[in-house]
């Protein structure tokens, strides 16, 4: 490590809390780790750290049905899906740094060696590599005055790839000492059919497993279908050298928002105030009052609506993650149930299934962002068939282009409308209304070229949008296109009922679209959905749902 950088060493006051998971993927550790962020943030500065083991610089290239959906920050950085669950509970505005892969680490390590930081001495993953972690946290730490840094460490325990975030982190623990640092694990308490009863078993091996890397977790968070049995948590601790109520039950919920709650019921504030020596008592009183607008809604709800997403990721729900919690935080507002309706766009578009049938019932639809010509014409049915129909509809980055070209073409009655995403060797867009932006058309690289982060947006005097906003005339949003609509059409195309209601600052790049007649149809270039939270919903989330509440 470089110890001349005061950086990159401890600054003697920030407290650490690592978070791992074990037995199998897919526990929730991102949601774990958050909740327990949430515990902490309404007194202290809590900053999140993700370690992702792959060799991605980042998850922008990534299919989302592969990786789930990606998150955009406000700086640009593109990253995983779990730093949307840090903003939604921390509070948080997170920058691309606090994103660690290993191909960055990698990148990182041998560009050093090239400019020769290191000496002529022969570079190796110990200490070389884990050092270079330690900095990292270290760096972080310090640049943001944080005083908990939590850090998730991705994967399982077990796993090769994560091996030297494990590694850095229990060295770190031992740089800072034992009452600036602690483990938390999350494992899985199953209940196997047949036999009727909880087995501690998993847990067992998984912190043996752990304890083998040199690690000792003070808290163990096994997640399990329902509360761990008082015995059982005794039986966990003796095996896993800890107290029964440092055994935590991270008990299924049908909302990600009760989490928190059930953690301070469990007693987690009050083990983390006294192992790190931190006063932060919760502030969940209104997040409370949300979870349970949420819980009652589910079971004996003031009214139920059912809201379209139609896209093309539907292999993976988690392909839009955001755009899910977004609904669920403008229902919580409205007091209200939202039944999702899940809408393949291929499926409307080769004829197997009518848009008719597709959207009988629903009292709202939503278009969500995405790339590439499949599917394309099935999502221009459906917004035909919600503007005729005057059924309230939110079109999102893709959707609001799509939304340009269904007006383009069936109200203008521009012929051969379309989108140059759709220009292929086999098929030759006559009129293309949804353009490159500039700069965009020879790029070669796919990873972090696109109009990326957050970017202000001028609102038009009198609009839908201004109003949905509460009267803002510039607001901020978080961008990620290669696209937009054609200066070269926007004339031509706002004679009648659109309106261009929202421009880029500074910039001819039409950021909002609005119907005049119509109750509610409002399209955007960007992504509401990354900006919503539990507390503040998105307005043209919370707009969609209440013009879909006030339809008769």
């Not at 050092?131 to 077990?158: C, H, M, P, S």
């Not at 009129?431 to 070229?449: F, N, R, S």
Request: charged share 25%.
């Amino acid at each position: 490590m470089n110890q001349q950088d005061p950086l990159c060493t401890y600054n003697g006051k920030t407290k650490f809390i690592i978070v791992t998971g074990g037995v199998i993927s897919g526990l929730g550790k991102g949601v774990a780790a958050a909740s327990i962020g949430a515990l902490l943030s309404g007194r202290l500065k809590v900053v999140p750290v993700k370690c992702d083991g792959y060799l991605n610089t980042d998850p922008g290239t990534m299919n989302p049905t592969e990786h789930g959906e990606v998150f955009v920050l406000d700086d640009g950085g593109e990253c995983d899906m779990d730093f949307g669950h840090y903003e939604r509970f921390l509070n948080v505005t997170a920058k691309k740094d606090w994103s660690l892969t290993m191909g960055r680490i990698f990148k990182m390590i041998l560009d050093k060696e090239r400019r020769g930081d290191y000496l002529g001495h022969t570079v190796q993953f110990i200490p070389h590599v884990t050092d270079l972690i330690k900095e990292q946290f270290y760096r972080i730490a310090n640049q943001e005055k944080a005083d908990v840094l939590l850090i998730e460490i991705g994967g399982t325990v077990g796993d090769l790839e994560n091996q030297f975030y494990i590694e850095a982190a229990r060295q770190l623990s031992h740089d800072v000492g034992r009452t600036n640092a602690m483990f938390v694990h999350l494992t899985y308490v199953p209940i196997p059919s047949g036999v009727n009863e909880q087995k501690s078993k998993p847990t067992q091996m998984s912190v043996h497993d752990l304890n083998r890397l040199g690690i000792y977790p003070e808290i163990v968070i096994g997640r399990c279908e329902e509360y761990i049995k008082p015995h059982l948590k005794e039986k966990i601790g003796l095996f896993c050298n800890l107290p029964a109520d440092h055994v935590i039950s991270g008990v299924d919920v049908k909302h990600v928002y009760e989490c928190p709650l059930v953690y301070d019921q469990e007693g987690v504030p009050e083990i983390l105030a006294k192992r790190l020596n931190i006063y932060a008592p919760p502030k969940l009183e209104q997040w409370s009052k949300l979870v349970e607008s949420l819980k009652r809604n589910q079971v004996t709800p003031r009214k139920t609506l059912t809201v379209a997403i139609c896209g093309k990721y539907m292999a993976l729900e988690d392909s839009y993650a955001s755009v899910v919690e977004a609904i669920r935080h403008s229902s919580a507002h409205l007091d209200l149930r939202a039944e999702i309706r899940w809408v393949d766009t291929e499926k409307v578009e080769n004829g197997s299934v009518s848009v008719e049938a597709a959207l009988k019932g629903v009292d709202a639809v939503i278009v969500p962002g995405g790339f590439g010509s499949r599917g394309i014409e099935g999502k221009i049915q459906v917004i035909e068939y919600v503007r005729e129909k005057k059924i309230p509809f939110l079109g999102i980055c893709y959707g609001m282009q799509l939304a340009v070209v269904e007006y383009a073409r069936h109200v203008r009655n521009i012929a051969g409308a379309g989108t140059i995403e759709m220009e292929s060797e086999t098929n030759h867009v006559e009129v293309p209304v949804i353009a490159y932006l500039p700069g965009q058309e020879h790029i070669k690289d796919m990873g972090a070229t696109m109009r990326l982060g957050g970017h202000d947006v001028l609102l038009k005097k009198g609009s839908k949008a201004e109003s949905v906003y509460g009267g803002a005339s510039q607001i901020r949003e978080r961008f990620r296109h290669r696209y937009e609509v054609n200066p070269a059409y926007v004339k031509d195309i706002e004679q009648g009922s659109l309106v261009f209601s929202g421009k880029a600052s500074g910039e001819d790049i039409m950021q909002i679209m609005e119907l005049t007649d119509h109750p509610y149809f409002m399209a955007c270039q960007f992504h509401p959905e990354l900006k919503s939270s539990l507390l503040h919903p998105a307005p043209l989330f919370l707009g969609l749902l209440k013009a879909a509440d006030e339809q008769e």
